[in-house]
């Protein structure tokens, strides 16, 4: 049932929505080239391709069709190592994997189609390894695959011919000696004298697409124009792109000058459309191979196996902790930290020293330098056991140039400010509840339109502050939780009074650091059934700090949602990691609305890296072991500090 205040604001949303869409059409344009931006292959392949070129890449019955093709043409076996450069969504990788194909890999610049890559793969149980990188320089070692593919008319993005020399220049050192390339490309004479200057057509039965083209002034790209629009909304992109015109001649010249061999034009390919309509450069593409005649690459004898040295900081165990409930470290502490030394023993590429004494701090990490690679920085704590201080150790760090595990001073003094994060999420456009803030020296409170709400510190970590009485149902609640956080707590910074969602309590973690080798780990949600039913369902204070508390026995689980909710949490997590600068390692918290919509509560970098914390059951979903997680932190965190 919908109050009349969430019918008001749903008016306002949907009123805004139409004013944020009303813009995005420039209108009449003279010469598209002129707004074709050098790097437009950047922001382009999305869910609007998706949705634009579905009749094509959409469709499992036309990339049934032309694997079989392009297996007829390269004999293709089960042991063969096969990578699809420029993969999409990772429709060709997907239907090898699928018809027993082991060793498939797939490469794409964009974050959102490997995203959809991943997680199709996942739900039809089929083993891909995609990743992100630029095709100009590819992540993987030389005379490693049998055969490559860039298939889909995916070459000829770039603005200089001789970033296509650079892609296949790559592309011939990676694979192997007889190793093949096959290249699915715009047949570019015919398209030059047949392409479709204008034209538009239904995508479904709320979208269409009016597209416009012209040959480059040059006359070596087509440039090409969509406006998407929907019928309600109105325009939803305007978007320009050029795409440089292969003729066999031409294309067979640049295979020579890379120094491939062998090159053989396979017919061409026209798909066949369900939608039968618009196929722009889809459709008369030509199919050339070649093959790869060089030596093997001599291999370097590999160099004994240097240890790195890490130096691990924690909170300091001498000195008062104002989260703790006895604000003393106890015997949970102390073995919390013997778990992590005895995980970390057996991490033998590593050489471990501890330092726990904040007094002396600053003198044993000068002592050090020169003599560690990088810090482990566990000392969420903050520095002197001052939450707010946190930010203070990799501050030191950097002044001391000791690389760090972890995010910096910037993104831990952003995401420790709630109310922050929440304007930046909704600068991204991504949701989160209604909200609002408090001054301490504020007297008289505006009650919030919404009920029930949670009463929160907007500054703090580990649930600080937050207890069963933090979830209101009226005006006096709300004022008893306010006074219980000033008061109990000793909280004297501002407040937020959010919506309290009533959904799933999700969390999502993520270790690496994208666009480079990373992984979003399986999401988890909070098992409230232990509870009785008249108790608020959060996971706060008393869950994480007494024992006694029947909040102390909420388990966490597996997340049974939708694979559009966890698309939704897992593209929205990957746009906060980059935009607040968090590294190596970060969870994410979410709840899910009354209507199963998800929103943003809180972003964790340098997340609880305790043995039995969230991000180790997240790793456990993901049969990762505590020790394996660690590692792949300390791993992330080498890879970008060499980088």
């Known amino acids: 049932m919908t109050t009349q205040t969430e019918g008001i604001n749903n008016k306002k949303r949907n009123f805004e929505s139409k004013e944020k869409h009303s813009s995005k059409c420039i209108g009449p344009v003279f010469n598209l080239e002129e707004y074709v931006k050098k790097d437009w292959w950047k922001r382009i392949f999305n869910a609007y391709y998706l949705k634009t070129d579905g009749d ?263 000195k008062p902790d104002l989260l703790k409930p006895s604000n003393i470290f106890d015997d949970d502490d102390f073995y919390t930290v013997d778990q992590l030394k005895n995980a970390l023993k057996n991490l033998h590429e590593f050489n471990f020293v501890y330092l726990d004494n904040h007094n002396t701090l600053i003198q044993d990490l000068q002592n050090l330098r020169g003599k560690v690679d990088f810090a482990f920085n566990l000392c969420d704590e903050g520095y002197l056991n001052d939450a707010r201080k946190e930010l203070h150790i990799p501050a030191l760090l950097e002044i001391l140039n000791i690389p760090y595990t972890g995010s910096g001073p910037q993104c831990l003094a952003f995401c420790y400010d709630k109310s922050l994060v929440r304007g930046i999420a909704k600068e991204l456009e991504i949701p989160v509840p209604e909200a609002i803030f408090i001054k301490p020296e504020e007297k008289i409170i505006d009650l919030p339109l919404y009920f029930p709400a949670i009463v929160k510190p907007n500054f703090g970590d580990s649930s600080f502050g937050i207890t069963q009485k933090s979830v209101v149902e009226n005006g006096e609640e709300l004022l008893s939780a306010i006074t219980e956080i000033r008061e109990k707590f000793g909280y004297d910074k501002p407040i937020l009074i959010e919506q309290f969602l009533t959904g799933k309590d999700l969390s999502v973690g993520i270790i690496g650091n994208p666009t480079d080798n990373y992984i979003i780990l399986p999401i988890i949600e909070e098992d409230y059934s232990s509870l009785p039913p008249e108790l608020p369902q959060i996971c706060g204070y008393e869950a994480k700090w007494l024992p006694d508390s029947v909040y102390w026995n909420i388990k966490s689980i597996p997340a049974n949602l939708p694979q559009e909710i966890v698309n939704i949490i897992e593209a929205c997590s990957l746009k906060l990691f980059t935009r607040l600068e968090c590294q190596d390692y970060t969870r994410f918290d979410w709840r899910l609305d009354s209507k199963g919509n998800p929103k943003l509560l809180e972003v964790n970098p340098n997340p609880g890296w305790c043995w039995d914390g969230h991000l180790a059951k997240m790793c456990n979903v993901a049969n990762i072991p505590y020790k394996e997680m660690l590692r792949r932190i300390l791993e992330a965190t080498l890879k970008r500090i060499r980088l």
């Open 56 to 318: 094509v890449v959409e469709d499992q019955r036309i990339t049934k069709s032309e694997i079989a093709y392009f297996s007829s043409i390269m004999n293709f076996q089960p042991e063969h190592y096969i990578l699809d450069l420029c993969c999409g969504q990772g429709r060709h990788c997907i239907e090898l994997a699928s018809q027993g194909f082991n060793n498939i890999y797939g490469l794409d610049r964009s974050r959102y189609l490997i995203q959809k890559a991943k997680s199709t793969a996942k739900n039809r149980g089929v083993i891909c390894k995609f990743g992100e990188g630029d095709a100009r320089k590819l992540p993987y070692n030389t005379d490693t695959f049998d055969f490559v593919m860039i298939l889909g008319n995916s070459f000829g993005y770039f603005e200089s011919m001789n970033d296509d020399f650079r892609v296949l220049k790559e592309v011939f050192r990676v694979l192997k000696p007889w190793g093949k390339i096959l290249v699915d490309i715009t047949d570019g004479d015919y398209i030059k004298k047949n392409f479709e200057r204008r034209s538009w057509e239904w995508i479904d039965k709320e979208l269409f697409v009016c597209r416009e083209r012209s040959l480059s002034l040059d006359k070596h790209k087509l440039i090409s124009r969509e406006v998407i629009t929907h019928v309600n909304k109105g325009v939803l992109v305007d978007q320009f792109y050029s795409e440089r015109l292969y003729s066999k001649n031409k294309i067979s010249k640049l295979l020579k000058d890379v120094g491939f061999s062998d090159i053989i034009f396979n017919g061409s390919i026209t798909p066949e459309s369900q939608r039968g309509q618009d196929l722009g450069m889809m459709k008369k593409r030509i199919i050339v191979s070649a093959t790869v005649k060089k030596e093997w690459t001599e291999v370097k004898k590999k160099e004994k196996k240097i240890k790195n040295n890490v130096v691990v900081i924690f909170g300091d165990p001498n």
